[in-house]
């Protein structure tokens, strides 16, 4: 399960990060879900290997324009690009009318069918994209607000190949009726039961990726299980203060302190104010950002980069890879 | 007078080109003009010394997305970065409902006002912008669309400098009132007429920026004494051909040879279907694009590139500087 990040930058882009956007990817699927769209999205995607012709679904957090601006024109050029088939459109009810108000007033026809699900509804009923059972919740943020979890579906079981070898069953198709569960009998004549050599199957990976939100408890029961969680780290607590005001986001402090009680292994900060610099010279650093939150987590930290790729492996670690 | 193209592509952008998008720069003004607004259009404006800060007005030329769609982000981030100086928008009344859609479908609230301008007023009433005399003329492109015409306002008289040398007036406070036109008594009690020393001003340049149109002769009127014309060039005629249409486009060929008969000395072509790749390998090569508008165009002709900066100097002459 791949974590691509196409923008990382709040409210406003920087030289180094475009508005936000996210690109989820499994092993083996060429299908893929985009969780935010922000301006340049479709910009952004032409630094990968993805195609629009793949997408499955997009899933908007919120309306605000730093997560959906790049939204008319992904779809847009997904249409000119020859797309026929329907593209699933997860979020709150705004997203709908705030597309349907685009495509009246320029005259936007797409070649293909939009799906619309209201994000409300994935509380309480999952939906299934790719392999993947996705869930929501509601966050506090002004506006109507979904963090989305992502489940695995299926877990392949894997087979006990240190016991065949010891009782002499070569590798072959008797391996593969095995790991399916089926009794086969060997070539000498042995009765072998699939369930003896399957090992009992890895636990399902569980991904949160969640909208703007000042209140990082709302995460509580679906971070339950969660292996890593994706959230926003607008600002350092120093610049809240001085702010006077939230602003409806959460400090690096809040968000990793949470993570530290809520226990997912990893934490994946994004969304930065652009008042911090990646580089030397700003206002701000972003090492800001890495310093506050390390001292309240102790586990597998990220700060998100732009086009950053972090890899969530079938063993629940999480690692960078590009 | 700077152009500055920070978009080229047709419809859609590939991985050199962005969509449509054009700064008018002029000597000694810090203040600028946009013309038409694609997706992605604030984050090119981060390679120029340009700021939104000081953006006069935005002329929009039609309502179609890759037009457009990037004008809600650069406003709001133009609000997020302090503006507070209202700002101009030209263009069909489309453009006006456009961006109250999404205003009000996004929630979006900039901290300084819009005054809208239909730009139908236009093509009978100039509207002043910087230094600046506006026309607008009425285009065929399926949905309302216009060019747009800049006039130089004022234009320096010159003083000749090799009379007042002659007569043996040295340089000092009465050449400056001299060439104010006034009337002066110098220290050897001449009376020295404005009048008799200046020269006769320079012709004011004229620029005129089309936006998508498949009928060039729609712009003869304004292009009537223009230095420089900015014009589509979507296809080839060979790519129409096969193409069965011109969806409302103009070839390379038609322009150019528009452009051979109206007169304007320069010519700049721009909004280049993405079939056209501007290195080796692609189905169709930009070259193709040069070849064909060579073969109709004697005058200066230009393929914009992104970023690319063209200066249309007093002399009337156009060049890419950089």
Known sequence: MQ???LGTSAGMP???????????TFEGQRRWILIDCGEGTQYQLMHTPLSVARLDAVLITHIHGDHCYGLPGLLASASMAGRRAAMTIVGPPAVRDYLEAVKAAT????????????AATLVNEPLTLTDLAVRA?????????????????HVEASLDTARLAAEG???????GQLQRGETVIDDQGRYLCGADYRLSPRTPR??????DNDTPALLTDICQGADALVHEATYTEAVVKRLGTDNGHSSAARIAAFAERAGPGALILT???PRYASRPGGAHHIDEIEHEARAHFTGTLMLAEDLA????SRDHTLQRCE
Chains 1, 2 share one sequence.
């Open 3 to 5: 974590l691509r990040f």
């Open 14 to 24: 920087t030289r180094t990060r475009h508005v936000s956007a996210l690109a989820l």
């Open 107 to 118: 005259g936007l026809q797409l070649g293909f069918e939009l799906i619309h699900v209201d």
């Open 137 to 153: 919740t509601r966050l506090s943020h002004g506006v109507e607000c979904y963090a989305y979890a992502f489940d695995e579906r």
């Open 169 to 175: 069953v070569p590798p072959g198709l008797i391996w």
């Open 206 to 211: 569980r991904l949160v990726v969640a909208g």
């Open 271 to 273: 969304h930065f104010s």
């Open 309 to 312: 790729v972090y890899e969530l």
